[in-house]
């Protein structure tokens, strides 16, 4: 049986996406640090440990990759770049949103391609469309920007072999991290993380078997 993926599995909206394919039968494969191993082991999955695609892959041996959800990623800020004393976040940034995309895409792509079948969601930021909202964290904003451009040329590459890539964009997503840094904010205008992973379980779907290359906004009311 052809397995689902899903990196960042640990996290709020990679626990969210995990259930809701588990939920629907699909078989699910989770990813994340090793450091994560405890929480992973609190949600159904086959696998529940790995530090790359490719040792996932490894483990997985004889079992296809058709569908997966690149949840993995980070957020670092709250500095204007004129005031960055140095490439910390920076670099941060780009291992943490773009490197997991490109070496996941690297990982999963060949196969999929092999077989002509395979469904791939990275998730991006409604600072690709509106950076002006990404004051005070231009290296995430460009390292979000990164990871769509990056997902968007590869759907063009291999949509004639069956294979589709999607981005989700959302602004703020409502998890206790986010609550507990922004006290102050209106919580029920972010969205939540079962939304979102909804709109990812629908992507890698067959009912979405014609969209390929889109950045879906999930805004919100943020």
């Given at each position: ?15 969210d ?9 699909d ?22 440990h ?21 949840v ?34 690297r ?10 079948r ?58 206790r ?8 904010a ?37």
């Amino acid at each position: 049986m052809p397995l689902a993926l899903v990196t960042g599995a640990a996290g709020a909206l990679g626990g969210d996406v995990a259930r809701a394919l588990a939920q629907r039968g699909d078989s699910v494969a989770l990813l994340d640090r090793p450091e994560s191993r405890a929480r992973l082991d609190a949600l159904a999955a086959e696998i529940a440990h790995g530090a790359t695609v490719h040792v996932a892959l490894d483990e997985l041996r004889g079992r296809p990759i058709e569908l997966a959800a690149l949840v993995a990623g980070g957020w670092a800020g709250g500095t204007p770049l004129y005031e960055a004393k140095d490439d910390t976040a920076y670099r941060a940034m780009m291992e943490s949103n773009v490197d997991t995309v490109y070496f996941a895409l690297r990982a999963l792509l060949p196969g999929m391609v092999a077989r002509k079948r395979g469904s791939i969601v990275i998730v991006g930021s409604r600072n690709v469309e509106r950076p002006w909202t990404g004051k005070g964290s231009a290296a995430y904003t460009a390292s979000k920007h990164a990871a769509v451009a990056l997902a968007q040329t590869a759907a063009a590459e291999v949509v004639e072999y069956g294979v589709r890539i999607n981005a989700i964009m959302p602004s703020t997503m409502d998890t206790r991290a986010n609550r507990a840094s922004m006290p102050k904010a209106d919580f029920t205008k972010w969205v939540t993380t079962a939304s979102a992973a909804g709109v990812i379980a629908f992507l890698l779907s067959d009912a979405a078997r014609d969209v390929s290359g889109a950045a879906i906004p999930i805004y919100g009311r943020a």
